[in-house]
């Protein structure tokens, strides 16, 4: 299982979601974030990935807990252990790369037919100042097939 991290700034009761562009989740808004180099912690990582994908350098970043993508019959390297960050502090302004296209959302009005299904059952409560600690089951198609606290 890989290690990867989402990170959800927020400002002005906004979150910044990020339009996946291209590889693994192509059309699909999320948090910018990773895989984990070697060496790295899952900080680091988010702050490298977060500055390379829509080119803002994070203050205070929280650490919100844990998430874990498992994919029923498929390749062992599509299942990750993400490390969920929330920042409240950063500076720059989000710009589009070759991966991502920021766009900032409303907190309670999030494009979730736009997202991964799991998102609706804990991205609310994490970006509310939660944290979270669960395991989701997809299939292949990226359906989601269930999902339990861990």
Not at 37 to 62: D, F, K, N, W, Y
């Amino acid at each position: 299982m890989k290690h990867t991290t989402l990170c959800y700034s927020i400002r002005d009761g906004k979150v910044l979601l990020a339009m996946k562009k291209r590889g693994f989740a192509t059309g699909k808004y999320n948090g910018p974030g990773g895989k984990l180099e070697p060496g790295e912690t899952p900080e680091q990582a988010c702050r490298r990935e977060v500055s390379e994908e829509v080119g803002i350098e994070l203050s205070v970043l929280e650490d919100r807990g844990v998430v874990e993508f498992v994919f029923k019959d498929a390749p062992e390297d599509w299942n990750q252990r993400c490390h969920i960050f929330v920042a409240t502090e950063f500076s720059g302004e989000p710009a589009e790369s070759e991966e991502m296209k920021p766009e900032w959302f409303p907190l309670d009005v999030l494009p979730f037919d736009r997202m991964w299904d799991d998102d609706p059952h804990w991205l609310p409560g994490v970006l509310k100042g939660g944290n979270v600690n669960m395991r989701f089951i997809f299939d292949t198609t990226f359906k989601l097939l269930s999902f339990e606290e861990m």
